[in-house]
């Protein structure tokens, strides 16, 4: 039997205002109810202590709070990084990282301090993914589908209850491409600044390019973060790496991140992964260089992890960690670039985007197809 109860988890404070005074109540109800389900972590009607037995039996017959349900976590026992994986209500998975302190230091700088203070969180936008990046796990799944600003906000809050410690930090870099979801992410973004006390300076939105949305950032003045998975500053080489390149190569990027720049006046940051012959030679990082300059910007170097169980045959199949990774970091600093290098979190536990779901068999059934046809559309 469907249930047609209303999901209430990712709705805004006026939807849930609206809501209850559907069911004959008054509106400041739903401001009670947003409380409980993104300040205080409600998983029942029956948790909210201070709404009369009446009211949380006319929930119960209506509503229900849905979002995602903790099917496994793991560990890691060298730097903590604990991956979650969560199933969907339609049965398909998701997964988010959590990255603890001393998995995100920053070496040579005076913010190792404000770093160890963090907790963060990676989360999912969709269910797979659509650009089949060549170093990615998520991209070998193909496109299942978006996720919705509740999913997305729910793995924070499951976070939080795991760990039972204050997420401070969130990125939108975990299974998907977050701007292909565009509104939901934002949606899921203002819940979590309004609702969940974590503050705008502290989510980041992570693309790998897709310019039209960067540009719709910078027009709506969205005060989160914005993260552009580089990889390459060499047209050829990072169409290589990804293909979402062929569509917007690093020109029109960097038109779109120059008008980011212009119009909100915020720094951001660019991803890389260096990889072993690839993109670690002198002239990929000469290359690198002169684009950073371009506009204020931190450079956050990702080491890479092989993904060996997933690896597609081809270009994919002979990517392997650049020796150089941290020589290329002491040159950025010289040429006065600010740059962060992640320790390598969570190798023995599948941490790498898209791996633990994959291991669980996530992947999608008819990917050829769907893949090909959510990739025509999205690049
Ligand atoms: S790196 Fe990100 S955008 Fe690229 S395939 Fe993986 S999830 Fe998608």
Redesign the pocket.
């Known amino acids: 039997m469907i249930d047609e109860r209303k999901n209430l988890m990712g709705l805004t404070k006026e939807e849930l205002s609206g809501f209850v005074r559907g069911i004959g109540e008054p509106s400041y109800r739903g401001a009670q109810l947003f409380n409980w389900l993104y300040a205080r972590d409600a998983t029942s009607f029956a948790a909210m202590t201070d709404l009369g037995m009446e009211f949380r039996k006319r929930l119960e017959d209506s509503a229900v709070i849905g979002g995602v349900v903790l099917e496994a976590h793991r560990r890691s026992e060298r730097d903590g990084t604990v991956k979650l994986l969560f199933a969907l209500q339609d049965g398909l998975r998701i997964e988010s990282v959590l990255i603890p302190p001393a998995s995100a230091l920053r070496d040579g700088d005076t913010a190792v301090e404000e770093e160890q203070k963090r907790l963060t969180l990676c989360v999912s936008t969709q269910v797979g993914?659509p650009?089949?990046?060549a170093?990615?796990a998520?991209?070998t799944m193909g496109f299942g589908r978006n996720l919705t600003p509740g999913e997305i906000v729910a793995q924070v809050l499951a976070g939080r209850r795991e760990t039972g410690k204050k997420i401070t930090n969130v990125v939108f870099m975990g299974?998907?491409?977050p701007l292909l979801n565009y509104d939901a992410v934002m949606n899921a973004a203002e819940l979590l600044i309004a609702g969940a006390g974590i503050t705008a300076r502290r989510i980041t939105v992570s693309t790998?390019g897709r310019v039209a949305e960067i540009r719709r950032m910078a027009d709506e003045k969205r005060r989160v973060n914005l993260a552009v998975?580089l990889h390459s500053a060499v047209d050829e080489t990072r169409t290589r790496l990804?293909p979402i390149n062929r569509k917007f190569g690093i020109p029109v990027l960097m038109d779109a991140v120059e008008y980011y720049y212009r119009k909100t006046k915020q720094r951001l940051t660019y991803e890389v992964i260096f990889f072993d012959g690839v993109n670690d030679t002198p002239g990929h990082v000469t290359r690198l260089i002169a684009l950073a300059r371009r506009v204020p910007s931190k450079i956050n170097i990702i080491p890479f992890h092989p993904i060996s169980f997933t690896h597609p045959a081809g270009f994919a199949a002979s990517l392997a960690p650049s020796p150089r990774m941290q020589e290329i970091a002491g040159e950025l600093r010289r040429a006065h670039l600010t740059v962060l290098v992640r320790t390598s979190a969570g190798e023995d536990i599948d941490a790498a985007?898209?791996q633990l779901a994959l291991s669980r068999g996530a992947r999608s059934e008819g990917r050829a197809e769907r893949r090909t046809e959510a990739a025509a559309a999205a690049r």
């Open positions: 993914c650009l089949d990046c170093f990615c998520t991209g299974m998907g491409e790998a998975s990804m985007c898209g």
